[in-house]
T-cell receptor, first 109, second 113 residues
Framework: RKEVEQDPGPFNVPEGATVAFNCTYS??????FFWYRQDCRKEPKLLMS???SGNEDGRFTAQLNRASQYISLLIRDSKLSDSATYLC??????????FGSGTQLTVLP | GAVVSQHPSRVICKSGTSVKIECRSL??????MFWYRQFPKKSLMLMAT?????????EQGVEKDKFLINHASLTLSTLTVTSAHPEDSSFYIC?????????FGPGTRLTVT
C-alpha cells in the first residue's frame, strides 16, 4: 500500500466550478500535512498547510481528519490558472516529505 | 519566501559519464537538504537526506555509490550521478529546509543518451 494515496484524475472542470480532491495516508505517526501544486515540468510549490481544525485561504479550503487519516482540498470558483497537478504531502518528525502521486486538474474555459 | 537554486537546469549526457547537480540555498542556511527524483507522470520520490558536515542518508533502493551526495556547506549540496545510464534520465529536484518549511529548487532535467 502506498504511504500517500490520491485519485490521479484527471479532473476536467469548467471555470467557476467547485472541485474536491481527497487523499489518504497510511502512517498514523505523520505530523504535518500539506497540499502542494506542481505545474508541468516545474518544481512543486506549497499551496497550503493542513490543520485538524480546517483552514481556508481564499478559494481554497483544506481539511484533515486524523482519525480517518484523510486529507481533502476544496477549490471554489475554479480559474483557468488553477490547472495543475495537486500533490498531497505528509511529513513525520524527520521533516522528510512523502508525496502522493498527484491529482491532475484542468479547468476549461 | 526563501530561494533555492539548482544548476544546471537541464543536462544531456552520454551513457557512462558522470553528472554533477548543485543545489544552493540563496538567502538562508540549510543544515538539511533533500534530493528527490521524479519520473514522468509519477510522484516525487525521496532519494536521500543531505546533512551538512555528515554523510547523507539514502532511502531504500537508492545506490549510494551511484548517487554521490556532498553537503560541504550550509548553503550547498551536490548530487553526482556516476556512470549515468538511460534509466537515470529523470527530473531531479532538491529542497532545503529552514526547519519550518521546505523550499524546492527549480529542478534539473537529466537526459542520458
Amino acid at each position: 500500500r502506498k504511504e500517500v494515496e490520491q485519485d490521479p484524475g484527471p479532473f476536467n472542470v469548467p471555470e467557476g466550478a467547485t472541485v474536491a480532491f481527497n487523499c489518504t495516508y497510511s502512517n498514523s505517526a505523520s505530523q504535518s500535512f500539506f497540499w502542494y501544486r506542481q505545474d508541468c515540468r516545474k518544481e512543486p510549490k506549497l499551496l497550503m498547510s493542513v490543520y485538524s481544525s480546517g483552514n481556508e485561504d481564499g478559494r481554497f479550503t483544506a481539511q484533515l481528519n486524523r482519525a480517518s487519516q484523510y486529507i481533502s482540498l476544496l477549490i471554489r470558483d475554479s480559474k483557468l490558472s488553477d490547472s495543475a497537478t495537486y500533490l498531497c504531502v505528509v511529513s513525520g518528525s524527520a521533516r522528510q516529505l512523502t508525496f502522493g502521486s498527484g491529482t491532475q486538474l484542468t479547468v476549461l474555459p | 519566501g526563501a530561494v533555492v537554486s539548482q544548476h544546471p537546469s537541464r543536462v544531456i549526457c552520454k551513457s557512462g559519464t558522470s553528472v554533477k547537480i548543485e543545489c544552493r540555498s540563496l538567502d538562508f542556511q540549510a543544515t538539511t537538504m533533500f534530493w528527490y527524483r521524479q519520473f514522468p507522470k509519477k510522484s516525487l520520490m525521496l532519494m536521500a537526506t543531505s546533512n551538512e558536515g555528515s554523510k547523507a542518508t539514502y532511502e531504500q533502493g537508492v545506490e549510494k555509490d551511484k548517487f554521490l551526495i556532498n553537503h560541504a556547506s550550509l548553503t550547498l549540496s551536490t548530487l553526482t550521478v556516476t556512470s549515468a545510464h538511460p534509466e537515470d534520465s529523470s527530473f531531479y529536484i532538491c529542497s532545503a529546509t529552514t526547519g519550518r518549511e521546505q523550499y524546492f529548487g527549480p529542478g534539473t532535467r537529466l537526459t542520458v543518451t
